[in-house]
Nanobody, 123 residues
Framework: QVQLVESGGGLVQAGGSLRLSCAAS????????MGWFRQAPGKEREFVAA????????YYADSVKGRFTISRDNAKNTVYLQMNSLKPEDTASYYC????????????????WGQGTQVTVSS
C-alpha cells in the first residue's frame, strides 16, 4: 500500500503561481512513477504531468507544458508540481497518483491515488 496526501492548493489570481506537494508513505516510494491529474466539475479527469522513479524523465500535457514543472525528492518521499502562469482553465481538483512505468499518461496505469487538493484560478 502507498498512501498519498496532497497539499498546497488554494485560490490564486490568473498569472500567479502555486506549488503542490504530494507526500507518500507506505511501500517504497522511489520505485513508482508519480503522476498528477486534475478534474474540473463536469469534466473528465485529465493527465497533467508525470515523473519516472529516478527523476530523469518527465512528461507533460500540452496544456501545461512550459508553465508547470514536476519534480520529486525520493529522500523525502515527496513529489511536487510547480504551477506558474496559472489560467482560469487550470481550475480543478488536483490528484497525485503512483503507478507503473508504462502508459504513463493514462489514469488506468496508476494504482494509488490521493484525495486531491483544490486549485482555483480567478480571472
Amino acid at each position: 500500500q502507498v498512501q498519498l496526501v496532497e497539499s498546497g492548493g488554494g485560490l490564486v489570481q490568473a498569472g500567479g503561481s502555486l506549488r503542490l506537494s504530494c507526500a507518500a508513505s507506505g511501500r517504497t516510494f522511489s520505485n513508482y512513477v508519480m503522476g498528477w491529474f486534475r478534474q474540473a466539475p463536469g469534466k473528465e479527469r485529465e493527465f497533467v504531468a508525470a515523473i519516472r522513479w529516478n527523476g530523469d524523465s518527465t512528461y507533460y500535457a500540452d496544456s501545461v507544458k512550459g508553465r508547470f514543472t514536476i519534480s520529486r525528492d525520493n529522500a523525502k518521499n515527496t513529489v511536487y508540481l510547480q504551477m506558474n502562469s496559472l489560467k482560469p482553465e487550470d481550475t480543478a481538483s488536483y490528484y497525485c497518483a503512483s503507478g507503473g512505468p508504462v502508459r504513463i499518461r493514462s489514469g488506468d496505469n496508476y494504482v494509488y491515488w490521493g484525495q486531491g487538493t483544490q486549485v482555483t484560478v480567478s480571472s
